[in-house]
Structures are given as structure tokens and as C-alpha cells.
């Protein structure tokens, strides 16, 4: 995985240890890693991915662990 261009969140200015990192392989496939643990990746579709990001956004994760 090491040949991916990484990318942080916009929302992580300032936290340089804790971040999100997102980055696309040759054939677009998604995968998303926190910066604090750099060697655990997570390979994903896009599909699924916007899944996510819509749950997200939405708030429907707000609730889970607890």
C-alpha cells in the first residue's frame, strides 16, 4: 500500500496525529487508513464507501458503542 497518495480531511487541520486519510489504488478502489496507525489499512468499494459517508452525514452512526 505503499505506492498510495494519501489524503487527509479537510477537517483535520491541526490534528496531525489523528486523522482520517483516504487515498485510491490504479483502479479506484477506495481505502481509508488513521494516521496514528498508518499500517492498518481499510480497502473498501466505492459504492460502500458512499454508503458511509452518507450514514454519516446523515447521523446514523452517532449512536453506535453506546
Known amino acids: 500500500m505503499s505506492q498510495l497518495t494519501w489524503r487527509k480531511s479537510s477537517f483535520s487541520e491541526g490534528h496531525t496525529d489523528t486523522c482520517v486519510e483516504l487515498a485510491a489504488d ?5 481505502h481509508l487508513r488513521e ?7 481499510i480497502s473498501t468499494t466505492p459504492a ?5 459517508l452518507r450514514a454519516a ?6 449512536r453506535l458503542g453506546g
Open 48 to 52: 460502500a464507501l458512499r454508503a458511509l
Open 35 to 41: 494516521s496514528d496507525d498508518p499500517e492498518v489499512v
Open 26 to 30: 490504479s483502479a479506484g478502489l477506495p
Open 57 to 62: 452525514k446523515a447521523g446514523e452512526l452517532d
